[in-house]
């Protein structure tokens, strides 16, 4: 089975500064997909990015992006810019490419950002 | 943008007794999911569902859970007889596994359920 650890559970950050959430998983399978989703108080899943494993580039979004480390099983989440918006829990999550597959939700990480 | 929606947004029920949790998914998607999040925990797999039956369930959905798809735009989640440790936080989620291959699911906002 698939295993997803975030070995942060809290993290701060300046205002306007860079932070970096961290996120290893465990899988045997060549093909999946990686997922950072942000859970602000309202508690709604938003995605935030996303990574195909046969891709080799790092996604961007906007001040987001990842570092994907496939031979690592590493895939962490890099916020430029912070803003006070960006404050929410951030979880980590896997699904295998095949077919309609669940979610594997790492424990999240707490992320303030300090004005 | 179409968006995934659940009612109620908060149920309150004292244990033992059943309560039905709604979804209305994206209407073109095809594949229905279900999670929960207790307080402070992750998010934890329920079950998923395709084509009028359970493609895939966790540990956690025994016999107390039950998922239908009772007409061509709700989900629904029914928790039988509730007990305390039900009290979480039900998130329905939906995906389009078609030509385009979209494999992201879309979350609802959630309904948190207590039971006390």
């Known amino acids: 089975a698939q295993t997803v650890t975030q070995s942060q559970p809290e993290m701060s950050v300046q205002e306007a500064e860079t932070v970096t959430l961290s996120c290893t998983y465990d899988t045997s399978e060549s093909d999946y997909y990686l997922f950072w989703y942000k859970q602000p108080p309202s508690r709604q899943m938003i995605l935030v990015i996303r990574?195909?494993?046969?891709?080799?580039q790092n996604a961007t979004e906007n001040r987001f992006s990842v570092n994907f480390q496939k031979a690592a099983k590493s895939f962490s989440l890099k916020i430029s810019d912070s803003q006070l918006g960006d404050a929410a829990m951030y979880f980590c999550a896997y699904r295998s490419a095949q077919g309609a597959q669940k979610l594997v939700f790492g424990q999240g990480t707490r992320l303030t950002i300090n004005p | 943008e179409p968006e995934v929606t659940q009612t109620p947004s908060h149920q309150v029920t004292q244990m033992g007794q059943e309560v039905i949790l709604r979804c209305v998914p994206i209407s073109n998607h095809l594949y229905f999911y279900w999670y929960r999040q207790i307080l402070g925990q992750k998010v934890e797999f329920l079950v998923s569902f395709y084509n009028n039956e359970i493609s895939e369930k966790s540990e956690i959905f025994d016999d107390q859970f039950s998922v239908e798809r009772p007409d061509g735009s709700n989900f629904t989640l029914k928790i039988r007889s509730t007990k305390l440790e039900d009290s979480a936080m039900y998130f329905c989620a939906s995906s389009d596994i078609g030509l385009a291959n979209d494999y992201e699911q879309y979350f609802g906002p959630g309904t948190r359920l207590t039971v006390t």
């Open positions: 990574q195909e494993a046969y891709k080799q």
